[in-house]
T-cell receptor, first 114, second 116 residues
Framework: AAGVIQSPRHLIKEKRETATLKCYPI?????VYWYQQGPGQDPQFLIS???????DKGSIPDRFSAQQFSDYHSELNMSSLELGDSALYFC?????????????FGPGTRLTVT | KQEVTQIPAALSVPEGENLVLNCSFT??????LQWFRQDPGKGLTSLLL?????REQTSGRLNASLDKSSGRSTLYIAASQPGDSATYLC???????????????FGQGTILTVHP
């Protein structure tokens, strides 16, 4: 069965650079969630999209932005990177934007900021 | 604000033992509760989803229960195996006044080690 695809899997950036993370949800899933997991931490919700519209927002810095495109893939854009942005970034997808359905997570993008 | 707590933080058991992982949440108005497994440096694998109207779900050697009134969920693992060694996370989906957009609030996880 198709799973959530994230690219790239690993990314190394320097401080103040920008990064773009991509997420391709499971086919027919219309909802995408982004989470950030710092070292030794539990995942923290950043932002979500349902049918290409932002549906909810968590602790996402103003330096970050995201969108969901017409084919339902999503991109997380991160600017002015800081050392503290180093983390695993997960994308999850589900069917329906109301939270009734199981969320399926991608393998994550490991971002290292040096 | 929903807070999710898991105990114990770490658990080490011999192979073959039955074990229980605990999860508690502060806001009983949840839509559903999901249990995940995470191997070191890897992604999250969904194990079980319990919707708010359900009391338990079973998958193979795993059984998860949900008691909304007490704000608790448990994950029962039968006949544990070394391959079960991983971090187990529970996460709740908030119900904000009858509306939920699905964001998960995670507990800190229980690190399980099953030794041969």
């Amino acid at each position: 069965a198709a799973g959530v695809i994230q690219s790239p899997r690993h990314l190394i950036k320097e401080k103040r650079e920008t990064a773009t993370l991509k997420c391709y949800p499971i086919p027919r899933h219309d909802t995408v969630y982004w989470y950030q997991q710092g070292p030794g931490q539990d995942p923290q919700f950043l932002i979500s999209f349902y049918e290409k519209m932002q549906s909810d927002k968590g602790s996402i810095p103003d330096r970050f932005s995201a969108q969901q495109f017409s084919d339902y893939h999503s991109e997380l854009n991160m600017s002015s990177l800081e050392l503290g942005d180093s983390a695993l970034y997960f994308c999850a997808s589900s069917l329906g934007g109301q939270g009734h359905h199981e969320q399926y997570f991608g393998p994550g993008t490991r971002l290292t900021v040096t | 604000k929903q807070e999710v707590t898991q105990i114990p933080a770490a658990l080490s058991v011999p192979e073959g033992e039955n074990l229980v992982l605990n999860c508690s949440f502060t806001d009983s108005a949840i839509y559903n509760l999901q249990w995940f497994r995470q191997d070191p440096g890897k992604g999250l694998t969904s194990l079980l989803l319990i919707q708010s109207s359900q009391r338990e779900q079973t998958s193979g050697r795993l059984n998860a229960s949900l008691d909304k009134s007490s704000g608790r969920s448990t994950l029962y693992i039968a006949a544990s195996q070394p391959g079960d060694s991983a971090t187990y996370l529970c996460a709740a989906t908030a119900n904000a006044g009858g509306t939920s957009y699905g964001k998960l609030t995670f507990g800190q996880g229980t690190i399980l080690t099953v030794h041969p």
